[in-house]
């Protein structure tokens, strides 16, 4: 018996018992990434989802989370396994004190078995969880790592097997669920790409970034809700030079709340903009007379509403 969702919207249901909420596209993604057993690779945005689908996948289905998080440098003796050299060391020491006399293919038969291999993220997201279930591994911001090691992944995306030249083929008994994500700092190549489904995640539409921060900040006041992501929605309209995510909006919507706010005003939105915008030239754009205007807008519209 499957513990996977049947269908689309059970999809979604399961993924909203998380916390998370996702639009019809990507828990169309998500289910047919389950379904058919493929990889599936995120881009879009910073903070609008990417790794908490991870995540919530695994905590929903009961999963461990297997994560690799890239960064330049990451080789496979990071990534997938490396030989336990000191304890091989030891092991031949041994064999020589107590004369054994083993010929030497018989030690490196000893010393090349699974006892003397470490095991890192992508070999571990090959095993079984002690429930026999497969894990999900996600593979954070791969377009930091070096492009070289996009080829290591290839065949545990294609195949979900790494071979170690010493021992041989490890494959998994059953795929890990596995989650790809990058922030497009440089492009994944295409042979990783075809290996997976595809799904940009984009920002929210106003209607799903409210249902999300009622879930994700339920103390903040549902008026003060509605500004914040009214506010943030004119926000990304603009030129700036880093746009605020969906972790931005529930970070001020929780600042805001803990200051007792229940609807916006200038000094309140001036002295928080920190928690929503991290550069300074962003923050010397929109404070004072555009927060202003922004929030005079966000008030005008709710009053057109009411109105109309
Ligand atoms: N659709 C959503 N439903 C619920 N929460 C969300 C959703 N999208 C984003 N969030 C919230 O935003 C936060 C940031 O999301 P996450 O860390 O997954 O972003 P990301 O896309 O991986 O960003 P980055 O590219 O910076 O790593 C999460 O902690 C989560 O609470
Ligand atoms: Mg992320």
Not at 54 to 66: F, M, Q
Request: glycine content about 6%.
């Amino acid at each position: 018996m499957s513990d996977l969702p049947a269908s689309v919207t059970e999809t979604a249901a399961l993924l909203a018992r998380g916390g998370y909420i996702a639009g019809e596209a990507l828990a169309t993604s998500t289910f047919l990434a389950l379904k058919l057993k493929r990889p599936l690779l995120l881009e879009g945005e910073p903070g609008t989802g990417k790794t908490e689908l991870a995540k919530v996948l695994a905590e929903t289905l009961g999963r461990p989370l297997v994560r690799l998080q890239c960064y330049e440098g990451l080789d496979l003796a990071s990534a997938a396994y490396e030989w336990n050299y000191s304890r091989q060391l030891i092991h031949i020491r041994a064999a020589e004190a107590a004369g054994e006399g083993l010929s030497t293919s018989a030690l490196e038969r000893d010393i090349y078995s699974g006892d003397y291999l470490l095991k890192r993220p992508l070999l571990q997201a090959l095993e079984l969880s002690a429930e026999g279930r497969s894990p999900v591994l996600l593979i954070d911001e791969l377009d930091r790592a070096d492009e070289p090691f996009e080829a290591f992944l290839l065949e545990i995306l294609g195949d979900y097997q790494i071979t170690i030249p010493e021992l041989g083929v490890i494959a998994a008994k059953e795929p890990p669920i596995t989650i790809l994500t990058s922030n497009r700092t440089r492009e994944v190549h295409d042979a990783v790409r075809r290996r997976c489904f595809y799904h940009w995640i984009d920002f929210p539409t106003a209607g799903r970034e409210r249902e999300i921060l009622s879930l994700k900040v339920p103390e903040a006041a549902a008026e003060l809700t509605r500004q914040v992501v009214a506010f943030v929605q004119g926000l990304r309209r603009m030129d700036l030079y880093k746009t605020p995510g969906v972790a931005e909006s529930i970070n001020w919507a929780q600042a805001l709340a803990s200051l007792d706010c229940v609807a916006l005003d200038p000094a309140k939105v001036d002295s928080t903009l920190g928690t929503l915008l991290k550069y300074q030239d962003d923050i010397a754009r929109i404070q004072g007379s555009e927060a202003a205007r922004l929030i005079e807008e966000v008030k005008g519209k709710a009053r057109a509403d009411a109105a109309g």
